[in-house]
Every structure is written in C-alpha cells, then in structure tokens.
C-alpha cells in the first residue's frame, strides 16, 4: 500500500544516520549455539540464584555451624566476598563468551561508531550512554561488550564505560564477580559524579532502574519516564548517548505484581522469579538488536531547574522514540509493536 511506501522511504531515510551496522551470521553451528547459551544462562542463573542463595546460606550456618556440608556451600560466598571483583578483558575475550551474540541473533546499529565515543569523550565532555529498556537481565548490553571484542575499538570502550548498578551488587557475594567482568560503578549519585568528573568520565547507566524490570513482557515494550539521570548528566558536563535494546524485554519474563517490584526497588536487587527456556531462569533465543544513536548536547547547569530538566528530557525522550520506531522493524519480534512511555 502506499502508507507502506511512504513508512519504507522514511525507514531507509533515517537509516542514512547509520555509521556502522553488524549483522548476526547466516551460518551458525550446533556447537556456537549451545555454546551461545551456555554462557547466557550462566549469567541469567547466577542473577537468579544468589539471592536466595544469600538467605539460605545464614540459616544453615545458624542451624548446623559445624556440618561440613554448610561450610561447603558457604564456601563460594566466603571466597567471593574476600577477593575483590573487576573488569577482565581475558573472560570476555574467550571462546566460550563470544558465541553468546550467536545464540540471541545479536545484530547492532550505530549511529556513532565506538572510534566517535572516544574521541567525543576524550576531546569535548564525558558521556552517559542511556540504555533502555532495562529487561529481566540485559542481555543487549552484555552482547555488546562482546561481539568483535578482539577490535581494540570496541574492548576500549568497554573499559571506559563501566556500567552503573545498585549498591548492593556491588557488595553482593558471587554475583558482584560474575556481572563484574564487564566492570562495574556504584550508581549512587555521588559515585557517578565522581565518575563523570574524572580522566575516563564515562558511564553506561540504566535509566529505568529496576522498577523498569517490572514493565518487561514479550508482548508489548514500555519504558519508564526518568529524570534523574539528566539532572546528574547538567550538574556533571557530561552529554548523553541514547541506546535502545530491542528484544531486551522478550528473552525471559517476569512475576511483575507490585510488591515485588515495591521490595525489589527498597532493597535495591531483584526480588522476583523470572523464566524463559523450559520454563526455566534460561534465556530464550530471541533476536536482540542494539541500537545507538549520536551524543546528545546537554548544558552545564549546575542547579537546573524543573524546566531546564524537563527540555532536556524531552529531547532525550524524542531520540529514544526515533531509534525504536525507526529500527524497530530490524527485529521480527517488534513488527507490530508500539513504545509506551510510562510517567515514574
């Protein structure tokens, strides 16, 4: 029809903004697969897990302090909580790690190659790359530390842009090691200032926080509409890069009753129970696209009004509306589709 025309014209024009564009390969073995989501579920198991892990562990130790099998499963959290946690280039570089993208489809479209990031962030102000939607466990964003990780480009961004989590994983026993390979940052805000203030000031910074993870489902993509980020973005100098993750939110689903996202927000980790494969914590092959767009100019205010946070919104909120709807067709699953945003 011609609407459809006139829709396919304008996609191709807005594709013109597109600098560089990686596509999943056609061939992919049995072997790259499995391999793929191994190493997914790992990390999706382990999320998973060590909260109840965490809970159980003190109450074997209360009940029976000198079973061998109690200091046996305390053992994992005594050995992670000593040593310390950090980015490891090595891990991400392995085998095993790489074929993860294969097994979601993994494909990206960047409308600021990773060489504009560093010199952007090196030469002029340090960057916020804003990612959206947040999903159960972003699996988006763990593909983009690795696909082409042998590219000095893409492994030096991944070095400076640690991402921002809550407080408590930082501390948490096994998870702050296993998430911790892609380098974390405190997300309070006075870690991200110190942060943004310094020699690599950059972040990559989960806007919609875990009251976001509450939204996900397979069959429709809202995203919460905040703020803070922005006023941290106008009181630091730092300029803002939207990042939306197709298919972040249809690789697992979750329990999302109020409550749970209530205590999960409180505590400020993931209480719920989420599921994919078999019914299982499994991530699900979907395809996942990992759309970029060009930094955003965000002005220096130091104490920034309402108005003054709320333009800068809006044209955030605008460009992460004109990356879903113009690539969103990149991914079989948004096909039909629209974005919600949902006021905090």
């Known amino acids: 029809t011609f609407p459809a025309f006139l829709s396919f014209l304008a996609a191709m024009a807005d594709m013109s903004r597109v600098k ?10 049995t072997l790259e697969r499995w391999a793929g989501f191994l190493a997914a579920s790992v990390f999706s198991l382990v999320y998973y897990i060590a909260p109840v892990y965490m809970i159980v562990a003190p109450v074997l130790l209360f009940r029976q302090p000198t079973a061998m099998s109690t200091w046996l499963i305390l053992a994992p959290a005594i050995i992670s909580a000593a040593l310390p946690s950090g980015h490891s280039p090595a891990f991400l570089k392995s085998w095993l790690m790489r074929q993860m993208p294969k097994y979601f489809q993994y ?38 530390a690795l696909i082409d990780y042998g590219a000095s480009e893409r492994a030096e961004v991944v070095a400076r842009f640690p991402t921002a989590v809550a407080s408590v994983v930082m501390g948490f026993p096994v998870l702050k090691h296993v998430l911790g390979v892609f380098g974390l940052l405190d997300a309070s805000k006075k870690s991200l200032m110190k942060q943004l203030s310094g020699k690599k000031g950059n972040v990559v910074l989960y806007v919609g926080g875990i009251a976001e993870l509450f939204l996900c489902s397979p069959t429709e993509e809202k995203v919460l509409a905040r703020k803070g980020f922005i006023k941290v973005a106008m009181q630091a100098g730092a300029d803002i890069v939207p990042v939306y993750l197709l298919g972040n939110t249809t690789v697992l689903q979750v329990v999302r009753h109020p409550i749970l996202s209530f205590i999960s927000r409180k505590l400020g980790a993931t209480i719920t129970l989420f599921w994919g494969r078999w019914g ?21 205010i130091s104490d920034p009004s309402d108005e003054d946070i709320q333009k800068a919104f809006d044209r955030y909120m605008s460009e992460v509306k004109r990356l879903f709807d113009t690539y969103k067709h990149l991914n079989p699953d948004y096909k039909n589709k629209d974005l919600a945003v949902i006021a905090k």
């Open 107 to 144: 494909s990206e479209v960047l409308e600021s190659t990773d060489r504009e990031l560093i010199d952007y962030s090196a030469k002029r102000k340090p960057l916020i790359l804003a990612v959206q939607p947040h999903g159960v466990f972003s699996y988006g964003g763990v593909c983009s």
């Open 280 to 300: 299982l914590p499994l991530p699900l092959p979907r395809p996942v696209v990992y759309v970029r767009g060009a930094p955003i100019d965000i002005p220096k």
């Open 20 to 29: 560089a564009l990686y596509t999943a390969p056609e061939h992919v073995s």
